[in-house]
């Protein structure tokens, strides 16, 4: 099991960058595939970005394709996604999510963070 917990988000201008943490709790962080997803006011949560285990295979939605990244650190039990040239259709709540295996799809992913707000004002 793991308990996962989001950060980093904030109000930023469009082109500008965040970088979103998301801190897991549990011995067995390096065993799971994380995923990034979000949602915005209105629409249903979409997926973001993933990667498996190690950190070297990652999977990216079209309109993120390029501009973000996704990695984590075993260590640290931590995932990132760093976020650049950040535009106004970008705002939305993060999660963070934990899969067995990679996947883009919600139904996948056992664990959920709470979410961390990200706006981009034009």
């Known amino acids: 099991q793991v308990q996962l917990v989001e950060s980093g988000g904030g109000l930023v201008q469009a082109g500008g960058s965040l970088r979103l943490s998301c801190a897991a709790s549990?011995?067995?962080?390096?065993?799971?595939?994380m995923g990034w997803f979000r949602q915005a006011p209105g629409k249903e949560r979409e997926f973001v970005a993933a990667?498996?285990?190690?950190?070297?295979?990652?999977i990216y939605s079209d309109s993120v394709k390029g501009r973000f990244t996704i990695s984590r650190d075993n260590a640290k039990k931590m995932l990132y996604l760093q976020m650049n040239s950040l535009k106004p259709e970008d705002t939305a709540v993060y999660y963070c999510?934990?899969?067995?295996?990679?996947?883009?799809?919600?139904?996948?992913?056992?664990?959920w963070g709470q979410g961390t707000q990200v706006t981009v004002s034009s």
């Open positions: 990667l498996d285990w190690s950190g070297f295979s990652t």
């Open positions: 549990g011995r067995t962080f390096s065993r799971f595939c």
């Open positions: 999510a934990a899969a067995s295996s990679i996947a883009t799809m919600e139904d996948e992913y056992h664990y």
